[in-house]
């Protein structure tokens, strides 16, 4: 039988050639098409039933946000269908310095901003799941996971996070086009204040109604600019210190440029505004006050701390019901319970330690 002078194959060999090709080609889009929805349905993290999605993973892209499992699925539809199909607050998280989505196990996704997280780390606290996500309730509400690129120098992580607050004011908008009605707080901690600052003021006012900042890392004009301005204007801000992180405000403030000579970071407190609050989460008074209100939260152990606000037994009950029934916790409450002025800073590192002194005639009861 002749052979074609172009293939150089039999004319017989020629069908069967092009079912192989056809059949390869549509098995590796079989393939491409199985990755692109595992790796969808691991982003949304559907728990129990299909129709609720608790947990969207979302990054801080080149061009705009974009889904963690990558730009082969479309960002629209799946924000879309989580909010469509869920009742509930949107609560957005997003980490601070030194993490970045796909770092391996320093990816958020693996770690803070997980219902369960890969990282076997001590500081791996599953956020979502504090808040009161995962647990396939149709009212439990919808969190996204923000992550963006904290890697690198201070310096850089730093003007990432300005860049990443446009990213995140982006994706606000296209969550308020969707589902315009339903609340939406931001919690936030280290350079994520810096994010959730860097949105506000490019938002217009009531698109978000309350925002978490834990031991955040910015400069009070800063702070008082982003809230003087959009979204910062309305939203009502807690602003979550602690004497522990004094370490690391100290750091900032000689490490990166104030736009003000003598700023001061978040944790000397946030400019005094009615929608305001500073809130010193290792003052006994603070303890004292939210114990009454009925959220116990154990007193800090160490002196140094950057992760103690998210970490420390019972803040997460805490900051649970400051997003879930902010009508339950409104601020003049809230300040009308806590110490009006915060401790020094240093006053943790510096204070004398308070050695036990075994009394005479006493013992020490079993435990």
Request: net charge positive; hydrophobic share 50%.
């Given at each position: 039988m002749a052979r074609n002078p172009v293939t150089n194959r039999h004319a017989a060999d020629l069908p069967l050639a092009a079912w192989r090709v056809n059949t390869v080609s549509c098995l590796?889009?079989?393939?491409?098409?199985?990755?692109?929805?595992?790796?969808?349905l691991e982003a949304t993290r559907c728990s129990g039933d299909s129709s609720i999605m608790p947990l969207l993973h979302i990054n801080s892209g080149p061009d705009g946000p974009v889904l963690h499992a990558g730009p082969a699925t479309p960002l629209g539809p799946a924000?879309?269908?989580?909010?469509?199909?869920?009742?509930?607050?949107v609560v957005i998280m997003t980490h601070g310095y030194k993490f970045a989505p796909g770092h391996g196990l320093d990816c958020p996704h693996q770690h803070i901003l997980s219902l369960d997280p890969a990282c076997r780390s001590w500081k791996a606290m599953s956020w979502?799941?504090?808040?009161?996500?995962?647990?396939?309730?149709?009212?439990?509400?919808?969190a996204i996971a923000f992550g963006w690129p904290g890697r690198g120098t201070i310096?850089?992580?730093?003007?990432?996070?300005?860049?990443?607050?446009?990213?995140?004011?982006?994706?606000?908008?296209?969550?308020?086009r969707i589902a315009p009605d339903r609340p939406l707080h931001l919690l936030a901690h280290s350079?994520?204040?810096?994010?959730?600052?860097?949105?506000?003021?490019?938002?217009?006012?009531?698109?978000?109604?309350?925002?978490?900042?834990?031991?955040g890392a910015e400069f009070g004009s800063r702070a008082a600019e982003a809230l003087s301005r959009g979204a910062g204007r309305s939203a009502e801000i807690i602003n979550v210190t602690s004497r522990e992180n004094d370490l690391f405000d100290?750091?900032?403030e000689r490490l990166v440029a104030p736009p003000v000579h003598g700023d001061r970071s978040l944790g000397h407190g946030l400019p005094a505004m009615p929608k305001t609050l500073t809130l010193q989460l290792d003052h006994p008074d603070t303890l004292t006050a939210l114990a009454r209100a009925g959220f116990e939260i154990e007193p800090p152990k160490a002196r140094?701390?950057?992760?103690?606000?998210?970490?420390?037994?019972?803040?997460?009950?805490?900051?649970?019901?400051l997003l879930r029934a902010p009508e339950a916790l409104p601020l003049p409450q809230l300040r009308a319970a806590l110490p009006a002025e915060p401790e020094p800073r240093w006053s943790r590192i510096l204070r004398p330690p308070c050695p036990e002194i075994a009394?005479?005639?006493?013992r020490r009861s079993a435990t």
């Open positions: 590796l889009h079989f393939i491409q098409e199985t990755v692109v929805v595992v790796l969808y924000l879309a269908q989580a909010l469509r199909h869920g009742h509930g607050p979502p799941r504090g808040l009161g996500f995962g647990a396939g309730q149709h009212d439990e509400g919808t310096w850089q992580a730093y003007r990432q996070a300005e860049i990443a607050g446009a990213t995140l004011a982006r994706l606000i908008g296209m969550i308020a350079l994520g204040a810096r994010v959730v600052l860097g949105a506000l003021k490019r938002l217009p006012e009531g698109r978000v109604a309350r925002a978490i900042l834990l031991s100290f750091l900032l140094i701390c950057h992760w103690s606000s998210y970490l420390r037994p019972g803040v997460f009950p805490f900051y649970r019901a009394l005479p005639g006493w």
